[in-house]
C-alpha cells in the first residue's frame, strides 16, 4: 500500500502493521512534517490513480513516469523513511540517547575514582567530587616514596633533657598519600634500641586537618623527645 505526505507530496510505501503501530501517523522523511497516512492511504501510486483520471491519451503525455511499483521493488524516493510513534520527535529521542550515554560515563568515572585519584593530573578533582557527592574513596599509600631530606639533633634551648629533632621529608610519589606516622629511635653502640618515640601527624604538621601530603613539596618538621642519655649514640627515623 502507498501513501502521500500532504506537505511535500513525497510517497511512501507502508504496510499495516507499521500504520497500526504508528496509530496512522507517519513522520515524513523529506520535510519532517507529521501527517496522518490513513487519509492517503490506497493500494496504487497517486500518479497511477491521476493517469486513470486522465485517460489513456492523457497518459502518453506523461510517458517519463515511471510503471507501477511491483511487491518486491524498492521505493527509491525518500532515501530514508522515519516511522516515529506519535508524540515522539526526533529531538526527545537525541536527547534520551544522550542522557544513557552520560550517565553511562558517570558511572564509569564512579568505578574509576580510586584508580584517578592516584593520578597527578585528577586526584585533586577527584577528592573534591568525592568529598562533594559523599563517595568514599580508598587513599593510595606508598611508605616507600617518602624521603628523608635531611636531619639535625641538639638540645632544646629552653628545656633540659629535651632533644630537638628538626629534619626535611619529601613524597616523591606520583599522587599525594596520608603523611605517615614517624617513628625515632636511640641506639646505643651494639645497636640496642635505648629509647622509641612515634609521631603521628597530628604532632609535627602545624594545624593538621587529615590534609595529604603533596607531592614534591618538602615538609620541614620540629620534634622534641626525651634525652636518652650519653648511652644512645645514634638515632634513626623509620616511616609507618
Not at 598519600?177 to 614517624?182: A, D, E, G
Amino acid at each position: 500500500m502507498y501513501t502521500q505526505c500532504n506537505h511535500c507530496n513525497a510517497i511512501f510505501r507502508v504496510t499495516m502493521k507499521e500504520l497500526t503501530a504508528a496509530q496512522g501517523l507517519l513522520r515524513c522523511g523529506e520535510c519532517d512534517n507529521i501527517f496522518d497516512a490513513m487519509k492517503s492511504l490506497s493500494q496504487t501510486l497517486p500518479e497511477e490513480r491521476r493517469f486513470a483520471k486522465l485517460g489513456t491519451a492523457a497518459a502518453a503525455d506523461f510517458a517519463d513516469i515511471p510503471p507501477p511499483l511491483l511487491p518486491n521493488q524498492a521505493v527509491s524516493r525518500p532515501r530514508r523513511q522515519w516511522l516515529w510513534p506519535h508524540g515522539i520527535s526526533r529531538f526527545w529521542l537525541q536527547a534520551i540517547l544522550g542522557i544513557l550515554a552520560l550517565l553511562l560515563l558517570l558511572q564509569v568515572l564512579y568505578s574509576s575514582r580510586h584508580w584517578l585519584a592516584q593520578q597527578s593530573l585528577t586526584a585533586t578533582l577527584t577528592r573534591q567530587v568525592c568529598d562533594l557527592i559523599g563517595c568514599n574513596l580508598t587513599q593510595p599509600r606508598d611508605i616507600g616514596k617518602i624521603n628523608l631530606l635531611s636531619r639535625n639533633i641538639y638540645s632544646h634551648p629552653n628545656t633540659p633533657k629535651v632533644l630537638t629533632i628538626s629534619a626535611s621529608i619529601q613524597n616523591d610519589a606520583t599522587f599525594p598519600q596520608p603523611y605517615p606516622l614517624i617513628e625515632i629511635s636511640f641506639l646505643d653502640k651494639n645497636n640496642k634500641v635505648m629509647a622509641l618515640r612515634r609521631f603521628p601527624p597530628e604532632e609535627y604538621i602545624p594545624n593538621f586537618t587529615g590534609q595529604l601530603m603533596p607531592i614534591g613539596t618538602p615538609d620541614e618538621l620540629l620534634l622534641n623527645i626525651t634525652d636518652p642519655g650519653e648511652v644512645a649514640v645514634r638515632f634513626q627515623f623509620r616511616f609507618m
